[in-house]
């Protein structure tokens, strides 16, 4: 069974500029979430979806955005972007629902910004 | 200005020993938590995970303890491999993985 995939695997993008990043799940998970991981501010959580709709978002300004699509696959965009914005960007996957589930992280997206 | 790096806490452990990792949380509404392994380079890796309802939970060479009272998570590892040799934290959720807060993690350190 294949694992939870991101690409790509890394970026490198100029300041104002803006990326968009994609995230695979495991074959029939259908929670998506992501997650910005920096040295500075450790892992935190940008927002997830489930079934195509956004369940609950992070502390994150509106230039980080995502959406899902029917395949349960979603991408991540950053507008606008700026140089605190490197980071690793993760994706985790779950069967999703209401309950409490192992979640099952990609390796990530190595994004920066210059 | 410039932004000061994340100070891992470092845990170094000789090999065959065993280690404990601890994590405090913070929300006392948090019932569901997850310790998560990160090696260099890689996702985080889940480890075991303990409902609120429980206060110990084993897996393999892994022991997962939880203390309400004063929101303390600790891991245990039985007999400490080089290849445990990673960053471990906590996750503490509320209401589902929608809501989760993690630790800001422990580098463990094998020695041969």
């Known amino acids: 069974k294949a694992g939870v995939t991101q690409t790509p695997r890394y970026l490198i993008k100029t300041r104002g500029q803006q990326v968009t990043l994609s995230c695979s799940p495991i074959?029939?998970?259908?929670?998506v979430s992501w997650y910005q991981q920096t040295p500075g501010q450790g892992l935190q959580f940008l927002f997830e979806?489930?079934?195509?709709?956004?369940?609950n978002k992070g502390n994150f300004p509106g230039r980080f955005s995502g959406r899902q699509f029917s395949n349960s696959r979603s991408e991540m965009n950053v507008s606008t972007l700026e140089l605190g914005d490197s980071a690793l960007y993760l994706c985790?996957?779950?069967?999703?629902?209401?309950?409490?589930?192992?979640?099952?992280f990609g390796q990530g997206t190595r994004l920066t910004v210059v | 200005g410039e932004s000061v790096g994340l100070h891992l806490p470092t845990l170094s452990v000789q090999e065959g020993d065993n280690s404990i990792i601890n994590c405090a949380y913070s929300?006392?509404?948090?019932?569901?938590f997850i310790w998560y392994k990160q090696e260099s380079g890689k996702g985080p890796q889940f480890i075991i995970d303990?409902?609120?309802?429980?206060d110990k939970r084993q897996g393999q060479r892994v022991t997962v303890l939880l203390n309400k009272t004063v929101k303390h998570l600790s891991l245990q590892i039985a007999a400490t491999q080089p290849g445990d040799s990673a960053v471990y934290f906590c996750?503490?959720?509320?209401?589902?993985?929608?809501?989760?807060?993690f630790g800001t993690g422990t580098k463990l350190q094998v020695i041969p």
């Open positions: 985790a996957s779950s069967a999703g629902g209401t309950m409490n589930t192992e979640a099952f």
């Open positions: 074959s029939g998970h259908r929670s």
């Open positions: 979806y489930f079934s195509e709709t956004q369940r």
């Open positions: 929300n006392s509404a948090s019932d569901y």
């Open positions: 303990i409902r609120s309802n429980m």
């Open positions: 996750a503490e959720l509320a209401g589902g993985y929608q809501k989760v807060t």
